[in-house]
């Protein structure tokens, strides 16, 4: 019987040294195409990035608009299915109210105000550009005299919101630039409660108008070309597997070049039934154009400068930032005060003594202050009116001695001598 022989295994075509440095390549190999490719890779242009984030925010809006005309047809349908069981609406009174005036509508208002949505021209805003100068204007001038925006702004970026793999942001430079925005092309147009125009391509009909929620807004064209930079200087901090096991400086300077788009203003009335005030609304069409310029430097010794992958990181960042907020649908809510004259906001007469007292003397305090200067100002006018009185007085009394001792004196003697004969 033949003796059972074992398989031979074949040979591994590589031995071990060969595949660890071929391992050892290929890592290297990925490395490097890693840090060409996606670090120090070419960023798109601008006007193709501007382009694909122009088309998001486009099909964002229309999906929304798509989703509200959705809601609209339910509630349409409800409100159908109540026409037709009459006993599911709730009874109305029978009560006599006193007539009220009847609510202003959209298009009484435009009809008073002899505004034509059809043919009126845009305005150009001259006036409401020099206004808006003037304001930016001193709040750059009260910048520079006073750090409380770059206070505020360092305590901010510094709040409890801050990772914990980040070191302290510092503020290394703060420009509010030197230009002004252009305001222009104004126009006014019906929205709906939704803000969607109202008969959009359609000549205007007051008739379309009547909802509750329908309101006037105006849009007007935005133009800003400045240099706004805010730079920043901080520390990335590697704490595992023990704290502090690596630190990585890192500078980046943030400057807003360009920005052009539609800003939309409306008010939204007030509702006493609910105690909401009068509302000013505000936002972006989403055909705006934001541009950037971003620079970084990574490292301490062999630094980093202008990395183009953080550049896209940071601007996409800061545009999912704007559009979350103030871009449609998104928009930015302002309650605005009450206009009626009321006491609280009166100023002037004993407002303005309590004013000029030290600011940790009490308002009680301040107003007995005040009624004591009125006393003693009215006890000094009284007193000069008696010391006029009286000096009046003398004076008659003396011009009328004059004129007896007038009487007898002699021929050429002088005025107010007394002679006395004696005989």
């Known amino acids: 019987m033949a003796p059972e022989m074992c398989p031979t295994r074949p040979e591994p075509a590589l031995s071990f040294t060969q595949g660890l440095i071929v391992g050892q390549l290929s890592v290297v190999l990925l490395i490097a195409a890693f840090i060409k490719f996606f670090i120090f890779g070419d960023p798109p242009s601008a006007e193709v990035t501007a382009s694909i984030r122009a088309t998001e925010r486009r099909s964002r809006t229309l999906a929304h608009k798509k989703s509200l005309l959705t809601l609209r047809s339910t509630s349409a349908r409800r409100g159908s299915l109540h026409q037709q069981h009459p006993g599911l609406n709730k009874k109305k009174s029978s009560n006599i109210l006193r007539p009220s005036p009847p609510l202003l509508t959209i298009g009484s208002i435009l009809n008073k105000t002899y505004y034509k949505v059809d043919s009126h021209q845009p305005e150009s805003l001259d ?32 709040g409890t919101s801050r990772p914990d793999f980040l070191d302290e942001i510092r503020v290394t430079e703060l420009s509010l630039g030197e230009d002004f925005p252009i305001f222009s092309n104004c126009r006014i147009i019906p929205v709906d409660e939704d803000g969607v125009s109202v008969g959009q391509g359609r000549p205007f009909d007051a008739n379309m108008a009547t909802g509750d929620g329908a309101r006037l807004q105006a849009r007007m064209d935005v133009d800003l070309s400045d240099m706004i930079t805010l730079a920043l200087e901080t520390k990335l901090l590697l704490n595992y597997p023990k704290k502090l096991t690596a630190v990585l400086p890192v500078a980046l300077a943030v400057s807003v070049v360009r920005f052009s788009g539609t800003l939309s203003i409306s008010f939204v009335p007030s509702n006493p039934s609910q105690l909401t005030p009068t509302k000013m609304t505000f936002t972006f069409l989403d055909d705006y154009r934001l541009d950037f310029s ?6 301490s010794r062999s630094r980093l400068q202008d990395v183009p992958k953080i550049a896209q990181l940071v601007e996409s960042r800061l545009h999912r930032w704007f559009d979350e907020r103030a871009v449609e649908p998104r928009f930015q809510e302002i309650a605005l005060p009450s206009f009626w ?14 004013d000029a007292q030290p600011r940790s003397m009490g308002k009680a305090k301040g107003l007995e202050i005040g009624r004591d200067v009125r006393e003693e100002a009215r006890k000094e006018v009284e007193a000069e009116s008696s010391a006029r009185s009286e000096w009046a007085q003398d004076s008659l009394r003396y011009r009328r001695r004059s004129r007896v001792e007038d009487a007898f004196s002699m021929p050429g003697s002088l005025p ?3 002679v006395d004969m004696q005989t």
Do not use: C, M, Y
């Not at 006036?127 to 100068?133: M, P, S």
């Not at 971003?294 to 490292?299: A, D, F, N, T």
């Open 294 to 299: 971003i620079r970084s430097l990574v490292g």
């Open 341 to 354: 004259p009321r006491k609280k906001n009166t100023r002037g007469g004993d407002e303005a003594i309590v």
């Open 127 to 158: 006036w409401f550009n020099v206004l808006i100068a003037q304001t930016i204007a001193q709040f750059r001038s009260d910048a520079q005299h006073d750090d409380a925006i770059l206070t505020s702004l360092t305590k901010a970026l510094n």
């Open 416 to 418: 107010g001598l007394n």
